[in-house]
Every structure is written in C-alpha cells, then in structure tokens.
C-alpha cells in the first residue's frame, strides 16, 4: 500500500507539474540536475494557472495535502495574490461526495429514515471539506441546524498516507544529519493522533461543547450548540449559525466593522484560549470563522469545526509565555536561558553563543515598523538559528506554532496595520504576574490540599520517584535542587512517623511540592521577597485554620 501510494503521489506531481513550483535556487546540486533531468518534464502544463495547479494536484492527494494547502492559504504575506486566492478554496470548496451515500450514512448511524429524522433536510451540500460535507437541515421546534457527516472510506486514504509519512519519518531520522533533532517520528504520530480524532465527530462535539462553556456570554467568541441525540461517531449535528465570511472583506467594511478591534479581538481569543484555558481551536484557518452580523463596533467571532484542539501543560504553559515575552522585550540573554532551563536545547550549551546568535537574527527584523513584522516568521528563524545549538522540536507546540501562523496571517488580512505585538505582550504580562501572584499559588495549593493530606503518608516516596522520572522534563534542575527535595521529602517523614506537630508536617508537604512543581518554583523566583513573604504568612494562617 505504501508503495502505490507513493506512485500515485509521484503521477499526480507529474501530471500537474508541481515541480515547477518549487524554487530551485537554494537546493543543492543534485536536486536541481534531478528536477532538470526528472521525467516530469515530459508532461505540458496544461491550460491551469500555477495556483489551479496546486489547489487541483493538493485535492487529488487527498486530505492531509489539502490541510496542508489550508494552512498555506492563510498566509499571503508567503504566498503570490493568485496563488493564495486558489488554495483559499480548499477551506469549503472540495468537490462533494453524493448526497445519496451521505443520507444512506446518516440513516444507517441514526437507524431511521431521514424523513422521520428531520423535519426538512437540503439534499444539496452547504459546504464541503477534506474529510466531511454538510447539509443543512431543521429538527424539532423548528430548530435550524446542520449536518456534518465523514466522508465513506476516508479512513483508508488517511490509513495509507500516515503510514508513507511514518516511512519518510523513519527515513529521514535514520539518514538526514539533523533527523535526530526534528524528531519526525514524534511529530508524524501527534499529527496521526490528530488527523484520527478529526474522523471522530463525536469527540468534535465534545471539543465544542467545551469552547462554548470557556466563552459562555462573551463578548468576542461564540460557539454553536451540539444535539447530542443526533450525533453519532461519523454525524455530528449542531446549531446553524448565520454569519459573515471572515474572508469577506468588503461586506465587513459595508456593514462599518471595526476592523482593528477585529484583528486585536483575534489575537485576544488566540492567547486566551492557549493561557486560561489551556484549550485552543487549532484548525482557525478562514473557513472555520465567522463574524456575527450587526455587531460592527463590538465585533463577535463565530467558531466553528472544533475537531483539532491543542492544548499545553503547566510546564509548556509557563516557558512559552516568559520565552513570548522575552522576545517581545528584546530580552536575548533570557530567550537563551530560558531555552537552556526547560531543555529546549541541551544545559551544555554556551548562554552568550547562544544569545549571540538570536540577536544576530532578532536585530535586523526589529528595525522595520512593528506593523511589518511577522511574529511567526521570526519564529520559524529563531528556530532555524537554533538548530545548530541542536533544538529539538518540541512536538506538544507545534499544534501551536501552526494555529499562531494562521492567526496572524489572518489578523493582517483582516487589518494590515496589526501590531500583534502591542495587542499579545500587555495579555502575556498580566497572564504571569496573575498566574504566579501569592493569591493565585494560594489558591491553587489551597485546591489541592484535600489530596496532599489523604496522600501525606506516601509522599516522600513519590516525590523521590518523581524526581527520578522528571529528569528529561526539567533538565535544568541542579543537584542542590534535588538534594532540597529530598530534604523536604525526610522532613516529611520524620514527622509522619513520630506522628508530632502536625501542622509543621503538613507545611513541609506543602512546601514540597511546591518545590517540586517547576512553573511554581520558577513564578516564585520572580515574586520579589516581600510577597513571598505574605504568601508564607497567608499559607500559616490558613494552615493554623483548618
């Protein structure tokens, strides 16, 4: 299978001649004789543009290419005006399948005639995507909704793909130099977790049940409602929702859209999801948005087809915004440092080569207008600078990395002077200072103090433990952090043991675990003596109260 795939990506290649889209400048010799010398050349290109060309031979090659194209399509701060505007029909405009297979899918998931499932049903697709179409349909009380329903045998397209990609993976980490680094392994089995669980409507509507209730009543984001009595793994049925193309420029500017509160209230949603909620939309290419209608001085988003979402870990969480931020500060030497300490780049590496290098790439970007500057783009070079301190891609950011692309390249077509960076570092500061503030780590040690004490005669041991299987996680740490661990982790026992002075062992758990916990121990760090000093004092007194 892996072969017939291969030969059936390298024929459409040929027959759409998408070789001559690549720019051959910058590769090596070899591969410029072979895409001078390949049979492809054999092959007209036809009477299609270079950008018909591309959307065609993307759509041909089923629906992980055209995710690809998505993402491309986003960015036509990359991408020639004509090319961008074809791909952007890959976010709706893949050809259907039947609406007979798709009435045959629903029935057989339903178990009922669509006459008795739906007061009406449109036979003719609202909209088709690479790995579902919908229809439109009304249920009970005259409710308007729609129906999303998977495409029949996509699962073995996408079967086949993913195992080529596994191939490649193992091909390029057995072969390429920096294969190693770039973990392709790891990164093609995230991307099959994901792509998989897109097949899963029923964990879409989960997904979206979840991202209504972090927006329940807000002002800038709305989530339709899931039917859960229609909904089933390969059909997921939810609210209709009515509202304009985010891509339709003209209409928001007719109806006098704020269209820098637009841009800004993007960027707002982004951070909020990655931050508070640690639940982010990670498919927000243009086909998935809309803009509520009648709202042009308070603009709303409306989110739609929720079925990849990312989401970070306290650790991930707490490194992404203090490196976010450094940036934005220009703040090179923390940049380096901060990599070094959440093992980003491996703890040998020299701080002031390394700090060298991001100014050197930092420096020149940083004197344009701020509304020129491409965030993510600076991004990708700083990852590129950084390959030579041997980086390794961290496979949890790169659902993140894409969504901030798109996000971005968005917000400038929506309002080409956005200045990302003034509208992300105020959220970024407030985010930290709130987060580690001695009110907040009080109150999430005060969430969690049930469980330490049901757990505090176990817990020197599992702090031993833990100390042992953290090491690759926090590769920073210093010997002398982990002998205070294991001091506090004695302290405990001594105490439990004699069973004295209860109150001294539970603060000692207490503080063991927050020295323990790296984004706890790290907020602290940056609180200035005295608030560490209230929070001790809050953190007695409410020891003493219980």
């Known amino acids: 299978m ?17 070789d001559t ?29 270079r950008g018909e060309r591309l959307r065609l031979g993307l759509e041909n090659l089923g629906p992980i290419f055209i995710k690809f194209g998505q993402i491309l399509s986003t960015r036509r701060d990359l991408l020639a005006d004509d090319v961008a505007m074809e791909l952007a029909k890959l976010q709706d405009q893949v050809p259907p399948f039947g609406s007979e297979q798709a009435v045959a899918v629903i029935e057989a998931a339903l178990g009922k005639p669509i006459e008795q499932l739906f007061l009406k049903f449109d036979r003719q697709p609202l909209a088709s995507a690479s790995i579902a179409q919908v229809h439109t ?22 079967s086949a793909d993913l195992k080529l990609l596994q191939t490649i993976a193992v091909l390029i980490a057995r072969y390429i130099p920096d294969g190693r680094r770039l973990r392709p392994v790891e990164v093609v089995e995230d991307y099959r977790h994901t792509i998989l669980d897109e097949l899963d409507l ?35 049925v939810m609210e209709r929702i009515y509202g304009i193309p985010v891509t339709d420029v003209e209409t928001l500017k007719e109806q006098g859209t704020d269209m820098k509160k637009l841009a800004e209230r993007g960027v707002e949603i982004f951070f909020t999801q990655v931050f508070r909620d640690s639940f982010f939309h990670a498919d927000m290419h243009p086909g998935n948005i809309f803009i509520a209608h009648n709202r042009p001085n308070s603009p709303q988003y409306i ?27 220009r703040n090179y030497r923390e940049v380096a440092e901060l990599h070094i300490e959440c093992g980003w780049v491996p703890p040998e590496t020299r701080v002031h080569e390394f700090e060298a290098a991001i100014r050197t790439v930092s420096e020149p970007i940083f004197e344009k207008p701020l509304a020129e500057i491409s965030f993510g783009l600076l991004l990708l070079q700083l990852f590129q600078t ?38 992300a570092m105020p959220f970024l500061e407030r985010w930290v200072r709130d987060r580690y503030s001695p009110q907040s780590v009080l109150k999430k040690v005060s969430h969690r103090i049930p469980g330490w004490l049901e757990q505090l005669p176990n817990l020197p041991e599992a702090l031993l433990e833990r100390g042992g299987a953290g090491k690759e ?24 043991q004699r069973g004295r002075n ?9 503080a063991a675990a927050l020295v323990s916990d790296p984004g706890i121990r790290a907020g602290l760090q940056e609180l200035p003596s005295m608030s560490i000093g209230l929070f001790a004092v809050a953190l007695y007194f409410f020891i003493r109260s219980r």
């Not at 807000?218 to 793994?233: C, G, I, M, N, Q």
């Open 303 to 329: 989110a739609i087809d929720c079925a990849i979402i990312g989401s970070l870990s306290d650790f991930d969480q707490y490194y992404l915004a203090r490196n976010l931020l450094a940036i934005f500060q």
């Open 386 to 423: 950084a390959r030579r301190f041997d980086m390794e891609v961290q496979p949890s950011l790169v659902l993140l990395q894409k969504t901030l692309l798109n996000i971005e390249g968005l917000g400038r077509q929506l309002y080409p002077q956005l200045d990302l960076w003034s509208t």
């Open 473 to 496: 996680q926090i590769s920073a740490n210093t010997k002398a952090e982990r002998q205070l661990q294991h001091d506090f982790a004695e302290m405990i026992k001594q105490q439990a």
């Open 502 to 510: 209860q109150r001294l062992a539970i603060v000692a758990a207490l």
């Open 2 to 18: 892996g072969l017939r795939r291969l030969l059936a990506i390298c024929w459409i290649i040929c027959v759409y001649r998408l």
């Open 202 to 236: 029923q964990r879409e509507g989960a997904n979206t049940s979840q991202l209504r209730r972090n927006f329940k009543d807000s002002e800038v984001l709305y989530v339709p409602e899931v039917y859960w009595d229609y909904t089933r793994r390969n059909i997921l």
């Open 137 to 158: 349909a009304t249920i009970d009380n005259n409710i308007d909704v729609v129906v999303k329903v998977v495409r029949p045998g996509i699962e073995h397209i996408i």
């Open 21 to 49: 889209l690549i720019p051959t400048e910058h590769l090596p010799l070899r591969a410029r004789l072979l895409l001078r010398c390949g049979p492809w050349r054999l092959f007209a290109k036809g009477k299609y543009s």
